[in-house]
């Protein structure tokens, strides 16, 4: 019987002994826990977000393609836009996967998608076609929103201007592909 006390005294002398150790060692894995789970919770928030903007892109492409016939998009590089003060809104924005599922959606539902180069776009006047020197050019040009072609006489706006000559463009690709009967 005096043995079994004394086994008892031992236990608790050695868990007195080392429990500041041990409460140590608690403590560090409970933070160790407690930033795992914010890792997770951090994560699947983010996951949400992913998952909303996938969602949200597979629903415009989707009413994009069944909406039209024939969709005509600039040839802009992401990577590249990536690598300009504007890369978070870019790489939010998905212009290369909007481009990748517009382009297999278009082929599932047998709509005509074209790729143009956007070379000259905001220069060359719409209605006209010239090159002025008035027009915006290069990234001194990116202020200049608005502009008036000395040929014509038109007023255009840069993003507009720019979006009528990506269309003409896809028109005339699309015309050249045709044969003649």
Not at 166 to 173: D, E, M, N, Q
């Amino acid at each position: 019987m005096k043995l079994k006390a004394n086994i008892k005294t031992l236990k608790v002398r050695v868990k007195d002994k080392h429990k500041p150790v041990l409460e140590r060692m608690a403590f560090e894995v409970n933070q160790v826990w407690n930033a795992a789970n914010e890792i997770t919770a951090d994560y699947s928030y983010h996951a949400k977000i992913k998952n909303r903007r996938l969602d949200a892109l597979h629903k415009f492409t989707t009413q994009v393609v069944r909406e039209n016939a024939f969709i005509v998009v600039g040839n802009v590089s992401s990577s590249s836009l990536a690598k300009t003060k504007m890369a978070k809104s870019v790489l939010d924005a998905g212009g290369f996967m909007l481009k990748t599922q517009l382009d297999y959606k278009s082929k599932a539902m047998q709509a005509e998608f074209v790729e143009i180069n956007e070379a000259y776009t905001t220069q060359a006047c719409s209605c006209c076609g010239c090159i002025s020197n008035g027009s915006p050019r290069g990234r001194a040009g990116l202020g200049i929103r608005e502009w008036s072609c000395p040929e014509c006489g038109a007023h255009h706006d840069r993003d507009v201007n720019a979006a009528m000559n990506i269309l003409a463009a896809g028109h005339r690709r699309l015309a050249e592909g045709i044969p003649l009967l």
